[in-house]
């Protein structure tokens, strides 16, 4: 936890905050070791972050006292993430990876070799996928949340929302065996679709070409998904 | 278990293998649900990969004949990395993420904000950390072990190993704050250095700097070491 994420729930008026949940309250008390004085990192989900006083502490809530908050929270990346949904604990990991590097829109999507059992599990819960984003936030100090849409059927996703993102981002699909490699450093906003364990079919694959994403590859290794999106984010940006 | 890495002991002699560990048979049997006469990639530890014919599938054994064994391994990434020794977790998959990569040298460094206990971690082990190594190299399709070096130490490295690595590899220091960003696509043998969570101490960073590497950071996010090694290898070659 590099940044306490204040919510709007946690503020009090008059520059003061109160937090009270175990779980933050446990990483102050037990990693942080705060005493009242201390001054820590602090971010208001959606606006800015800064610096606040410690007030008070006890076991049951933590208080504290806004003091500097101009600054703003680091840039996003101009992308939107089309994810094929990962098994669950991929996916917990895979939303923290890349909310702390600066992903805000995320589209889980059922593809052919996504197991139809993953959308029932537990981990989609819009609870649990906001746990999951905060603390890439908490980790990355940032205050902006990803959103979070899930495409459950792979022909709506292509007929009903591709076609107008191909209008605002260029889309670049990432698939082992495309001509070319993936790029580096580009500047425009990326519609970057990663395939499951096992990838997309290659139905799947002609769709997406045949509606305007350009296909890319990352070399011939064969990485986990959390591995590849993390290595494709990191060379596109 | 993108490939079925045959170690020395599982090959029989004349062109036939035999394995019969617990973990490699369950994902034959489950995951696979291979049965006799399908024919399977495999690689030789620290060899060549190409196909096997299953012959025979019981619960204790499976026996292969190797068939078309013509293909080299893929490319190692040209880079030793020394890593701040993470947390036993971390660790764990942080050995996974790097050898699916294709990192070959790896030496898990003490720094002062290293925990000492984690020296202690049985995720140390030769046989846990062999492991590890395995699974990244069955995920990616490679079969060249990395070497992994324990530096329990920071004064040795920085006064017995760095400067005779300096000579082989250049040296770039992963550290928020330096003046430059990582470079991209880099061609030169690179000694990558990354701290631990909370990064290396200020006299740390000043005695690399002073042995010769070169400082550079990846943005203004704090991200988790698996993340940012991941990051800095794909974005680095």
């Not at 792979?154 to 209008?167: A, D």
Request: charged share 20%; net charge neutral.
């Amino acid at each position: 936890m590099n940044l306490i994420l204040l919510s709007p729930d946690d503020l009090t008026g008059d520059n003061r905050a109160c937090i009270s949940d175990p779980r933050r309250l446990g990483h102050l008390h037990n990693v942080h070791r705060s005493t009242p004085g201390d001054l820590l990192t602090v971010g208001i989900q959606g606006g800015a972050m800064g610096k606040a006083r410690l007030t008070e502490l006890t076991a049951e809530r933590a208080y504290f006292t806004l003091e500097t908050m101009d600054e703003p929270p680091p840039a996003p990346l101009p992308v939107h993430l089309v994810l094929a949904l990962p098994r669950p604990r991929m996916l917990a990991r895979t939303l923290e990876h890349v909310t702390a590097l600066g992903v805000k829109d995320i589209t889980l999507l059922h593809t052919k070799r996504v197991e139809k059992s993953y959308w029932q599990s537990p981990e989609l819960r819009t609870e649990k996928i906001h746990q999951h984003l905060v603390l890439g936030l908490e980790q990355a100090r940032d205050t902006q949340l990803p959103n979070v849409t899930l495409s459950k059927g792979f022909r709506p996703f292509l007929e009903e929302q591709l076609p107008s993102l191909l209008k605002q981002y260029r889309g670049l699909l990432a698939h082992p065996g495309m001509p070319h490699a993936c790029p580096r450093d580009v500047k425009y906003p990326t519609l970057l679709l990663v395939g499951p364990e096992g990838g997309f079919i290659a139905w799947e694959v002609e769709q997406l070409l045949a509606a305007g994403c350009e296909g890319m590859h990352l070399g011939p290794r064969i990485l986990r998904v959390e591995t590849a999106v993390t290595a494709l984010l990191s060379r596109l940006f």
